[in-house]
C-alpha cells in the first residue's frame, strides 16, 4: 500500500494545479478553502480538489508533507504555493495569474478582484 506522503507527492506531481482543501471544489467546508476555490474558478483555472476531511492521516500528512500548519494548500506543477492568504492577495495583485502563465495553466480571466 502507498503511504500518504508518496500518495500526496504523487497527486502533487500528477495534477498541475492540486488543492488539499476542507471539503471539495464544489462544495467547501471552510471559508478558506471556499476563498481559494473561488479563486480558481474565477480565473477558469482546472485543478484537482483533495479532502483532507476524508481522512486525519490525509489532514497531518499533508502539513507534514509542506512543513505548512494550515488548510488549504495549493500546488501549481508540483510546486507549492501557500495557503489562502498568500494565494488571495496574489491573486489581487496579479501575481497568480502571472505565476500560473508562466508555469503554462490556462487561466481564462485576468482581471483581479
Known sequence: M??????????????????????????????????????LNHLGVD??????????????????YTNWPTIPQIFVKGEFIGGCDIVREMFQAGELQ???????VPVMGKATA
Open 2 to 39: 502507498m503511504s500518504i506522503h508518496d500518495f500526496i507527492d504523487s497527486q502533487v506531481k500528477s495534477n498541475d494545479v492540486v488543492v488539499f482543501m476542507k471539503g471539495t471544489p464544489q462544495f467547501p467546508m471552510c471559508g478558506f478553502s471556499g476563498q481559494v476555490a473561488q479563486i
Open 98 to 104: 502571472t505565476l500560473l502563465e508562466e508555469k503554462g
Open 47 to 64: 485543478y484537482k480538489g483533495i479532502n483532507v476531511l476524508d481522512s486525519d492521516e490525509m489532514r497531518t500528512g499533508i502539513k507534514e
